[in-house]
């Protein structure tokens, strides 16, 4: 296969779609950035935001599983390892715009990793999304045999640390991290019932997305409270106020409910053409 053909080798619309989409944030960025519009520290600004649709981007990745199963759809197989690479693309270009932050200083590079925690841990998922990069060929796939399903769950702990360094270098207001952990988050617990095959129902949607936004909830909690000097109560009760719009657990809850809404709709479709014939 390549980026933009199916297993049989035939142009794939579907792929051509998500490879466009998922890199026009990348064309965005430097059009602002040759255009003048990222502000007197352009180079910074781009470094910021390649590192936020990377992070979004292996969430994405991570969602296409779950999605499948839900829509009933296979043909999103054909996309999982090409946004899995694009993914790595985003982080390489990242850890590149760094370096050049950096005045190309390598040295100065190395030992910020070393000695700053938040660079180590974005080094390391790097190291790791380079590996299942490297791995993402179909000849790779042959060669690894059973292995390469094993190898390739590490990208389950690879988006942990490309979270906790989101959560880091994000200092004060990390409602952003929070809200593509509270995603994971659902995610996880999709996966768990996938994997016990657990019937995806409209009440065990419901109940996952319940609980997802509680540890979303909780995760922002406990970051404030253990991090920072911001009092965590003030922030858990803010999950219950929408003056100053929704706190990412909402959102988690609210985007949760979502596929529950579908089951019910899919049931109710089923059911009306069933009672037709």
Request: charged share 15%; glycine share 6%; net charge positive.
């Amino acid at each position: 296969m390549t980026p933009l053909t199916d297993r049989q080798g035939r142009f794939s619309p579907l792929k051509a779609t998500v490879l466009a989409l998922a890199l026009l944030p990348a064309a965005v960025i430097a059009y602002w950035f040759f255009t003048h519009q990222l502000g007197p520290l352009a180079v910074k600004a781009a470094l910021r935001l390649i590192g936020d649709w990377t992070i979004r981007l292996l969430v994405i990745t991570l969602a296409l599983t779950p999605l499948q199963r839900l829509l009933n759809w296979p043909k999103i197989a054909l996309i999982r390892r090409m946004l899995g690479v694009t993914t790595f693309a985003y982080a390489l270009t990242h850890f590149i715009i760094y370096i050049a932050n950096s005045k190309y200083d390598l040295v100065f590079v190395v030992s910020e990793i070393v000695l700053r925690i938040y660079l180590t841990i974005g080094f390391v998922a790097l190291i790791g999304l380079s590996l299942l990069a490297a791995t993402s060929f179909d000849s790779a796939v042959r060669k690894l045999g059973k292995k390469w399903k094993m190898l390739h769950r590490l990208v389950y702990m690879i988006a942990v640390l490309g979270l906790l360094h989101y959560f880091i270098q994000s200092k004060i207001d990390v409602s952003p991290a929070v809200l593509l952990t509270g995603f994971y988050i659902l995610l996880m617990i999709y996966r768990i019932l996938i994997t016990k095959r657990v019937s995806l129902t409209p009440a065990v949607l419901a109940i996952s997305a319940g609980l997802a936004g509680a540890l979303t909830a909780l995760t922002e909690f406990a970051w404030y409270g253990l991090t920072t000097g911001v009092d965590p109560w003030r922030i858990a009760k803010a999950n219950l106020m929408f003056s100053f719009g929704l706190r990412p657990a909402v959102i988690v809850l609210l985007v949760g409910l979502i596929p529950c809404g579908f089951v019910m709709w899919r049931n109710r479709q089923g059911t009306l053409k069933s009672q037709v014939v």
